[in-house]
């Protein structure tokens, strides 16, 4: 929640300008905006193939009576493509269950929109050692429902909540060791195909300074940037990491 609309067209404007002149095609880029931004971005976003936009939630309704909330319907009339589902925040400060964000999943899905589902541990339980167990279960319990087809479609974001705005970084090793684990829990579900081709970023503290050390990690297949994407050089930087 940072940023008011003119600060995010500057933002972005940046953005935009540095990808196409600095990144290679082969790295995707998302932004993912707040929802009063996403209408005038998507205008400055679709100037250039490289870039795709998101919400950062949306509602498992499809519309009615849910005062502040905002549909994929309204979501996708934008022009974005993404929605990030099951943020740690969203989970820590608004409560969301992994049974409410299965259902955002399949309202995302329905839209032909991609989730971008998030999942992590807070230090208590990476402490006590289940760190392995929980994250998997977020998982089982909210997309494994899903036939290989639809899961295909989605990209996972691991977050260690531990080290999310607390300057704590989790190693490369830690990162690679977690993202390997979610990706063999996906392939005996779902077969080594499908794993291999799910796209798993990590999000906690990245920053230009350690970015290209998870990025080099075999797992570790891109990034969800907070912070530091609130500062076009930092982002841009983060992104020719990869």
């Known amino acids: 929640m940072n940023n008011d609309l003119n600060e995010g067209l500057k ?27 996403l209408t005038a971005i998507s205008k400055m976003v679709n100037e250039s193939s ?19 909330e905002t549909s994929a319907t309204m979501i996708k009339s934008t022009g974005a493509t993404h929605v990030i589902l099951g943020h740690s925040e969203r989970r820590g400060y608004f409560n969301e269950t992994n049974e409410q964000l299965s259902k955002k999943v399949d309202t995302v899905l329905a839209h032909n929109l991609t989730p971008i589902f998030c999942c992590g ?6 402490e006590s050692g289940n760190h ?3 994250v ?27 080290a999310i705005g607390t300057g704590v970084t989790a190693s490369a090793a830690q990162a690679q060791e977690m993202h ?18 799910t796209s798993i970023l ?33 982002f841009v930087d983060i992104i020719k990491s990869f």
């Open 11 to 37: 933002l972005t404007s940046e953005i935009v300008n540095m990808v196409a002149d600095e990144v290679n095609d082969e790295v995707q880029v998302v932004i993912a905006s707040p929802f009063i931004h």
């Open 50 to 68: 490289k870039i795709f936009l998101s919400a950062q939630t949306c509602s498992e309704y499809e519309s009615g009576a849910y005062t502040g």
């Open 121 to 126: 541990e807070s230090l208590e339980i990476r």
């Open 132 to 134: 392995f167990s929980f």
């Open 136 to 162: 998997t279960n977020q998982l089982t319990e909210s997309i494994f429902h899903l036939g290989a087809d639809d899961f295909s479609k989605l990209v996972i974001a691991y977050e260690p909540i531990w």
């Open 180 to 197: 390997a684990a979610i990706r063999k829990h996906i392939a005996e579900k779902y077969g080594n195909e499908v794993a291999e081709n």
């Open 202 to 234: 990590y999000g906690g503290s990245c920053k230009p300074s350690n970015a290209k050390e998870i990025f080099s990690k075999a797992d570790v297949d891109g990034g969800l940037i907070g912070g530091a994407a609130l500062k076009s050089r930092d």
